[in-house]
């Protein structure tokens, strides 16, 4: 059974640099869209953007400017930076697994796998 | 960016209740919507794929339809432990957009 764990640091300062990483075991992480969500303190989910094992990103326009996910497949793990950061910010941040991709075809498929998320605070 | 609207906001009801929830979506996306609980402290669960296709291991009290803007999550006897927050989303179109949330609170 796929598993995901999401890690970093929970405390960032405004206009510094967010980085989280996404391990992923019991499973390879190849084959599959993986994902970043975030939730804001007593608010709903917002989808961040997807890496394919490639390095295919593609990201919220909301944040795409600020945004740059990468993936080490020798690790099993995938990241997200996220630069200039400020309080809104602020946030519980989740990995998922999404879409599967075969040799010849590409699946959409919602999210079925997630991390149990990490609370990441922006403030000095 | 696709638009998803839930309604209601918030529903009280009490367990062995039907409950519907309403998602709609501001252009067509087929059946590319998904349903998801959430509960406090804890990551989104997949309950729904396709608008009505059952995650397994999701209880068959649950059940999604709908298709082009109109979905819904029907749950038919709630239990005990049903008391959450659901999301729906459409992942046809990027960014994969979440409606606001329906609290499902115990009347």
């Known amino acids: 059974q796929v598993h995901l764990q999401e890690s970093g640091p929970g405390l960032v300062k405004p206009s510094e640099t967010l980085s989280l990483t996404c391990t992923v075991s019991?499973?390879?992480?190849?084959?599959?869209?993986w994902t970043w969500i975030r939730q804001p303190p007593g608010k709903g989910l917002e989808w961040i953007g997807y890496i394919y094992n490639s390095g295919s990103t593609t990201y919220n326009p909301s944040v795409k400017s600020r945004v740059t996910m990468s993936v080490d497949t020798s690790k099993n793990q995938f990241s997200l930076k996220l630069n200039s950061v400020t309080a809104a910010d602020t946030a519980v941040y989740f990995c998922?697994?999404?879409?599967?991709?075969?040799?010849?075809?590409?699946?959409?498929?919602?999210?079925?796998?997630w991390g149990q998320g990490t609370k990441v605070t922006v403030s000095s | 960016d696709i638009q998803m609207t839930q309604s209601p906001s918030t529903l009280s009801a009490s367990v062995g209740d039907r409950v519907t929830i309403t998602c709609r979506a501001s252009?067509?996306?087929?059946?590319?919507l998904a349903w998801y609980q959430q509960k406090p402290g804890k990551a989104p669960k997949l309950l729904i794929y396709?608008?009505?296709s059952l995650e397994s291991g999701v209880p068959s009290r649950f059940s999604g339809s709908g298709s082009g803007t109109e979905f819904t999550l029907t749950i038919s006897s709630l239990q005990p432990d049903d008391f959450a927050t659901y999301y729906c989303q459409q992942y046809i179109s990027y960014p994969h957009t979440f409606g606001q949330g329906t609290k499902l609170e115990i009347k």
């Open positions: 019991g499973g390879s992480i190849s084959d599959y869209y």
């Open positions: 396709k608008a009505s």
């Open positions: 252009q067509s996306i087929s059946s590319w």
């Open positions: 998922t697994r999404g879409s599967y991709c075969s040799r010849t075809s590409c699946y959409l498929r919602a999210m079925d796998v």
